[in-house]
RNA sequence: GCCCGAGUGGCGGAAUGGUAGACGCAGGGGAUUCAAAAUCCCCCGCCGCAAGGCUUGUCGGUUCGAGUCCGACCUCGGGUACCA
């Protein structure tokens, strides 16, 4: 008998890979390849269970295909720009180049040894001016393809820090640090044209079969294409080139229910006014105190200001309505501005009985009409009475009413109808250092003028601080300072750098040829593209895999991909937390003091005996010490533990509870495992045994689901399956050589989960060679069938009795069994059943 | 606010519209042991002595049959364009 000890084992199968370079990918034209990526962490410093969690599931896929044959390619990098690295340089002092540098050696160091089969000789960061050099040409030929271009924009700006605020450093409307209200600021910024792309990022989620259709469906609503009426108002008395308001509205149907047009504190228009109205200014200042975060504008309340300015109704020239500023209309959707009809819209009804504005309606519904004391929205698939119609039937689909209404506009002249979209231009500049410089020159004399592709990249000077607010490269004299590299004189360079979804929107393709001298190399391109598997968080669904999306896109139309990868991910899937229990006690002022689960044992400390508050578990976080760090599960009990734990208990797409009870129980399952294998090696080969068949049957009906289970990303269930056939195995008493062949079938189906452990046992049992390069196995179907099933009988739905029958017995002659069944003649007293439902191999139904 | 999910025993979960609770944890009983740990075997949704009844967040509907489909709601989670 020997011990399980995966502390020494562990590392020695880790060397034994290395040494037989088995994770390298290679160009193998006389094998299918297959890409499996998960998504690649931003370097904290610490590796957590959520990591530990996806990349066990990106390593199960990995291990399991290479043994399906393929070539894989599985590669890591780091996700390495990016706030908190300047945050950590505010904060403590050094350089965020080697806060981040010294985090990716700590996380490299604390996931090797979960023995993840990644080819390592691929890994890079997106620090690295390898990468972003090549990121800075791409962007170049992206300026020349006329995918990017300026514009104004709005930012958080801290008045007291004099610095811009990312969305999350504003709280409660003001600045995390000065605590300063925040105000909006206008500044020039750089924008993908991702809007040009709207219509087919769109339409080609249809072919993304193998996405989860919530990613599909929550990005085609963020794309958000609407049909619609653009039309002008004409405006009376109008100052000076603003006779005409254009408006949009998706509506049109409804125009005859106006009651006021409103436009967004951004608009020309009201631009104009604030410039000469301080009432206006003051309004629209107030506007301007709302955050930009979609969020924060739509739970503000919703206010106007009414400019005095009076527009005509396109269809009636006496009929005038007022002009509002309104703080809910935004500026980046349609044109800016809208017309109000309250009875069919809940925002424009509060709004109108806020400011006393007539609320008619224009439509009601088909049968029972009712009194409005709300807005009346129905779907637009219902058919409802037009009562302040114009175009089509009477009553008709909103949907009808509003093509008719378009048809009708278009005809007289009174608009046009237009296909818009939600989805916005994608502003990539970043008011900090750490990040990727934006190879720009701005020459007195030139203009915008792209850094020559000779001079790239363009890097980050190191001599920088972080003692005061703002962008370090503003004020970097001799960085700044530069010469045109268009006509040589002085001028200067852009000190905005990239929005860091910029460096992730391409790292995959990068993968494929990590340390080419082109952004990509042609040919590894060609093989390794796309990411046959894509794995990571369901909080990446829209951003991320949007510009993504888009970004393929660019770089196929800049030539950095072939067409074939414009969709750059076949199949997606998210997974879900790693969540835990929080424990609190209270210090003297009733403020919750966190503790680690390892300081608590029983419901108390373990340092003082106190008893802990317990709160329900929620995503692993810091702040709440809620925390479990992988490298202590993994030396108490090794990789295969936590590989083995994270993959059993919870189905991937849903979060996971880390329980200590959950990780020792799977420890305990692979000492069984261990030693049954002791057992089944000290079996003499040629020892008799019965049972060979079932045990044979029992083998093949385990492979079969299991290897289903994996292809499905059910882990959990192939682990449940997993547990179903140890255990018949360890009470099996077959033969000696029929053991053996389960034991290594079994250490088989276990290796992409625990590839350590397996290799242990494939060594004491004989197998050749490494099992992470033996062929998976193959089930045999004739070996899954069963002769018999048994039926569940039910009488009137719920299950009464059951009935064993032949496989392909005839319903016919189920029904005559069924009616000499005990329980169905004690309940059917004499009569005859009024319905009998056969469903063949699967249930009886009898209604009585 | 809006968009997208999820809710099943004490716990994690399983279930092509067809026996609800596979598998695991916790718990109970037993074997082994001087004893304990480890290991092995058995039991285990709730109510009830039992017969039986109830049970998949809540309420309603479709169906011979609903955890699964439809409608309304509740709670929790993700996203909301400068967190990554």
């Known amino acids: ?381 219902e058919r409802v009475r037009y009562i302040r119609g114009f175009a089509g039937a009477e009553v008709q689909t909103g949907d009808d009413g509003v093509s008719e209404a378009i048809s009708f506009c278009e005809s007289n002249g009174i608009g046009r109808g237009v296909t818009n979209y939600r989805l916005r231009d994608w502003g990539l500049s970043r008011q900090r250092y750490w990040g990727c410089p934006i190879p720009v020159v701005h020459c007195p004399s030139c203009g915008v003028v792209p850094e020559a592709k000779a001079n790239l990249p363009v890097k980050l000077p190191d001599d920088v601080s972080f003692d005061q607010p703002g962008n370090p490269l503003d004020r970097h004299p001799t960085w700044r300072d530069c010469t045109c590299p268009k006509c040589g004189a002085a001028a200067r360079r852009e000190t905005d750098t990239m929005d860091t979804f910029v460096d992730s929107s391409w790292y995959y393709a990068r993968f494929t040829s990590p340390h080419a001298a082109t952004p990509t190399d042609a040919q590894d391109a060609d093989y390794w593209m796309n990411v046959d598997q894509y794995i990571g968080g369901i909080e990446h669904a829209i ?84 925390v479990v760090d992988p490298v202590n599960i993994i030396q108490a009990f090794g990789a295969d533990t936590a590989r083995w734990f994270v993959m059993s208990d919870s189905p991937p797409e849903r979060d996971v509870e880390w329980t200590s009870a959950g990780a020792e129980a799977a420890y305990k399952f692979l000492n069984r495992v261990w030693l049954l294998c002791d057992r089944i090696g000290e079996m003499p080969a040629d020892a008799p045994g019965e049972g060979d068949m079932a045990l044979l049957r029992a083998m093949h009906r385990a492979v079969h689901d299991v290897t289903q289970s994996i292809e499905t990303f059910a882990f959990n269930k192939a682990i449940a399956k997993i547990y179903e056939f140890t255990n018949t195995l360890s009470k099996a008493q077959a033969s000696g050589a029929a053991m053996r062949d389960a034991m290594r079938t079994l250490a088989q189906l276990i290796s992409p989960m625990v590839p350590h452990l397996a290799e242990d046992i494939w060594a004491k049992l004989g197998g050749k060679g490494l099992i992470v390069t033996a062929p998976w196995p193959k089930a045999d179907p004739a070996m899954l069938v069963d002769d018999t099933v048994v039926l569940p009988i039910q009488i009137n739905g719920k299950r009464r009795s059951e009935l064993s029958v032949p496989k392909d017995m005839p319903a016919a002659e189920v029904e005559k069994l069924v009616l000499t069944d005990e329980t169905v003649l004690k309940v059917l007293a004499g009569q005859a059943p009024k319905k009998l439902i056969v469903v063949p191999g699967r249930i009886v139904n009898v209604v009585i």
Not at 276 to 284: L, N, R, T, V, Y
Not at 591 to 614: I, N
Request: charged letters at 25%; hydrophobic letters at 40%.
């Open 1 to 381: 008998m020997s011990r399980y000890e995966p502390s020494q084992s562990e590392a020695k199968w880790q060397l034994a890979w290395d040494e037989a370079d088995v994770f390298k990918a290679r160009r193998d034209p006389a094998k299918p390849k297959y890409y499996v990526l998960e998504m690649f962490p931003y370097p904290s410093g610490r590796i957590h269970m959520g990591h530990v969690r996806n990349y066990t599931m990106g390593d199960v896929v990995a291990r399991y295909k290479m043994s399906c044959g393929y070539s894989v390619l599985h590669p890591m990098g780091w996700d390495a720009f990016g706030m908190p690295a300047e945050n950590a340089a505010m904060e403590r002092g050094g350089h965020p180049k080697d806060w981040t540098y010294a985090n990716i050696a700590d996380m490299r160091g604390q996931m090797k040894p979960l023995g993840l089969s990644i080819d390592w000789s691929r890994e890079f960061a997106t620090c690295d001016p390898e990468y972003y050099g090549q990121q800075q040409a791409m962007f170049l030929d992206m300026l020349a393809a006329g995918l990017v271009y300026r514009k104004s924009a709005q930012v958080n700006w801290d008045p007291v820090d004099m610095t811009v605020l990312a969305n999350e450093q504003v709280i409660d409307g003001r600045g995390w640090r000065s605590g300063a209200p925040v105000e909006r600021k206008e500044l020039t910024q750089w924008f993908f044209r991702i809007s040009d792309y709207a219509g087919e990022l769109l339409e080609a989620l249809e072919g993304l079969t193998d996405w989860p259709e919530k990613v599909r469906l929550m990005q085609a609503n963020w794309i958000g294409k609407s049909r619609g009426l653009q039309f002008a108002f004409g405006v009376l008395d109008a100052p000076e080139g603003f006779d005409r308001l254009e408006v949009y509205t998706t509506r049109p149907d409804t125009l005859l229910g106006a009651s006021f047009a409103a436009i967004s504190p951004e608009h020309p228009l009201a631009r104009h006014l604030e410039r000469h109205d301080p009432k206006a200014a003051e309004f629209i200042a107030e506007c301007r105190r709302i955050g930009t975060t979609e969020e924060a504008l739509e739970k503000a309340e919703k206010k106007g200001f009414d400019t005095g300015l009076r527009v005509r109704h396109p269809m009636d020239e006496a009929w005038e309505m007022p002009v509002y500023i309104a703080n809910f209309i935004l500026m980046d959707y349609g044109t800016g501005a809208i017309f109000g009809c309250p009875a069919h819209d809940q925002r424009d009804f509060d709004f109108a009985t806020k400011y006393g504005l007539a609320i008619n309606a224009v439509f009601e519904a088909e049968d029972s009409p009712s009194a409005l004391t709300e807005a009346y929205v129905p779907m637009k698939s």
């Open 543 to 626: 951003l991320h895999l949007l510009y993504s999306r888009f970004f393929a896109r660019a770089m196929h139309k800049t030539g950095h991909l072939p067409a074939k990868a414009i969709e750059p991910f076949n199949a997606l899937f998210t997974q879900g937390m790693v969540t835990h229990e929080i424990y609190l006690t209270r210090d003297a002022q009733g403020r919750p003091v966190y503790h680690l689960p390892e300081d608590v044992e029983d419901g108390k400390l373990s340092a003082t005996g106190e008893t802990v508050e317990v709160i329900p578990s929620a995503k692993m976080s810091k702040s709440k010490k809620n």
